[in-house]
């Protein structure tokens, strides 16, 4: 009988979804960093989508926005070291729901 571990990667791929488990499994584990970073930090920035290596964050304010830009290469390290994930870029915008 095979493992929990390795059945899910190969219903995933069958069904089609493996690249969606992925990219929520890195917005997943960009939120858990912002959190480990800074809590304040983490309050205003809402991690959206990990899409043709391209991860978008939005921000609530322009501190939050200026604040995150200087650890964007420290997240994206922290992500790509991770078996599987590969970030590209990270874009950082300014939240319309502020």
């Not at 095979?2 to 791929?13: E, M, Q, R, Y």
């Not at 969606?20 to 858990?32: C, E, F, T």
């Amino acid at each position: 009988m095979d493992k929990i571990s390795a059945l899910i990667p190969k219903v995933l791929s069958r069904r089609g979804l493996k690249d969606q488990a992925g990219a929520s499994y890195a917005v997943y584990l960009a939120i858990d960093w912002l959190h480990n970073v800074s809590v304040g930090l983490a309050e205003y920035c809402i991690v959206t989508t990990l899409k043709d290596g391209i991860l978008t964050i939005e921000c609530l304010n322009s501190v939050a926005m200026q604040e995150l830009n200087q650890k964007t290469e420290e997240l994206k390290a922290h992500l790509n070291a991770i078996d599987g994930i590969n970030v590209r870029d990270i874009t950082i915008t300014r939240s319309r729901n502020s």
